[in-house]
């Protein structure tokens, strides 16, 4: 099993930066691809972006691309999300996830793992 835990999530101006990090305990973090989703009210849980095990293969939803990077380091058991150029349209709680399956994370289905979320709201 493995736990995930968000934080750097907040209160920020349009235009602003967040980085938002996820936490992994358990087993083996760099066996997973991970991924950050949001769901702000109202609306269904979207994909932000999403990185394999070894880095190598990335998605960033067209929505955040150039302004939001995913990263992780596999030594610490960390993975993160730079988000720069925030807008109003950003807010939302922000989840990490992992599975085994790249492809799981991008077709938001059947995913093993799921943080708690973290708030991130963006003010006009």
């Known amino acids: 099993q493995v736990q995930l835990a968000e934080s750097g999530g907040g209160f920020v101006q349009a235009g602003g930066s967040l980085r938002l990090s996820c936490a992994a305990s358990g087993r083996a973090f760099s066996n997973y691809a991970v991924g950050w989703f949001r769901q702000a009210p109202g609306q269904e849980r979207e994909l932000v972006a999403a990185?394999?095990?070894?880095?190598?293969?990335?998605y960033h939803a067209n929505s955040v691309a150039g302004r939001f990077t995913i990263s992780r380091d596999n030594a610490k058991n960390m993975a993160y999300l730079q988000m720069n150029s925030l807008k109003p349209e950003d807010t939302a709680v922000y989840f990490c996830a992992v599975d085994q399956n790249f492809g799981a994370l991008i077709l938001g289905t059947g995913i093993d793992y799921w943080g708690q979320g973290t708030q991130v709201t963006v003010s006009s």
């Open positions: 990185l394999n095990w070894g880095g190598g293969n990335t």
